[in-house]
């Protein structure tokens, strides 16, 4: 099982991403909120992947962080009715650490509005993977570091978007706000400092 890629970016959209390693080229499925972190073509990137296997196919999904990775695999395998495709759908759609709220806290229409996810399915995944948040932990919201990783793990970005949210934002809204004053100011940046981008 490859369970991560580390190599020189080679070109990336919002959901693709091709990486070289030793003369091979590997392309990736990735979300948008992986893509926005990726760096310049002809650097190095690292992406945590999960590779999907079918009978006539094999896909590899990257990710910016192990923890995103991991979850990413826990909706394809553990909810009825999401495949790889979908649950891609969904990690484009919010961060990692607003689609852990979101589940936490029972918050089906936000979940509803993720592509691919009526009302039924937004219920299922709040019953079948509430109980399931706790072993997956806090995660990271951060954006990838120079070398493709992942930037350590911090509640700023929650919290920031908490913020948005109290100010009168949609969820999805402030989540996508605070992530690009993230990855604009970097992994130093203060919750007020993001608030403030966002705002801007």
Same mark, same amino acid.
């Given at each position: 099982m490859i369970t991560r890629i580390t190599g020189t970016l080679v070109s990336a959209t919002p959901l693709h991403a091709v990486v070289e390693i030793g003369g091979l080229a590997y392309e990736v499925h990735v979300p948008v909120t992986t893509a926005e972190r990726l760096p310049q073509p002809g650097q190095q990137a690292r992406l945590h992947t999960l590779v999907v296997y079918r009978e006539d196919s094999q896909t590899m999904y990257?990710?910016?962080s192990e923890e995103e990775r991991d979850f990413f695999r826990l909706l394809v395998e553990k909810v009825s009715g999401i495949g790889p495709k979908t649950a891609l759908s969904i990690f484009s759609k919010l961060s990692l650490a607003t689609l852990q709220g979101a589940i936490a806290s029972g918050d089906v229409a936000l979940l509803a509005k993720c592509p691919g996810i009526g009302k039924k399915?937004? *219920?299922?995944?709040?019953? *079948?993977?509430?109980?399931?948040?706790g072993a997956i932990g806090a995660t990271a919201n951060a954006p990838a570091a120079s070398d493709g990783a992942a930037a350590p793990a911090d509640n700023k970005v929650r919290d920031a978007v908490l913020a948005l949210v109290a100010l009168g934002y949609k969820a999805a809204d402030a989540d996508k706000a605070v992530r690009q004053a993230w990855v604009a100011l970097g992994p130093t940046a203060s919750t007020e400092a993001l608030i403030k981008k966002a705002l801007g």
């Amino acid at each position: 099982m490859i369970t991560r890629i580390t190599g020189t970016l080679v070109s990336a959209t919002p959901l693709h991403a091709v990486v070289e390693i030793g003369g091979l080229a590997y392309e990736v499925h990735v979300p948008v909120t992986t893509a926005e972190r990726l760096p310049q073509p002809g650097q190095q990137a690292r992406l945590h992947t999960l590779v999907v296997y079918r009978e006539d196919s094999q896909t590899m999904y990257g990710f910016a962080s192990e923890e995103e990775r991991d979850f990413f695999r826990l909706l394809v395998e553990k909810v009825s009715g999401i495949g790889p495709k979908t649950a891609l759908s969904i990690f484009s759609k919010l961060s990692l650490a607003t689609l852990q709220g979101a589940i936490a806290s029972g918050d089906v229409a936000l979940l509803a509005k993720c592509p691919g996810i009526g009302k039924k399915t937004a *219920e299922r995944l709040v019953i *079948e993977l509430r109980d399931k948040l706790g072993a997956i932990g806090a995660t990271a919201n951060a954006p990838a570091a120079s070398d493709g990783a992942a930037a350590p793990a911090d509640n700023k970005v929650r919290d920031a978007v908490l913020a948005l949210v109290a100010l009168g934002y949609k969820a999805a809204d402030a989540d996508k706000a605070v992530r690009q004053a993230w990855v604009a100011l970097g992994p130093t940046a203060s919750t007020e400092a993001l608030i403030k981008k966002a705002l801007g």
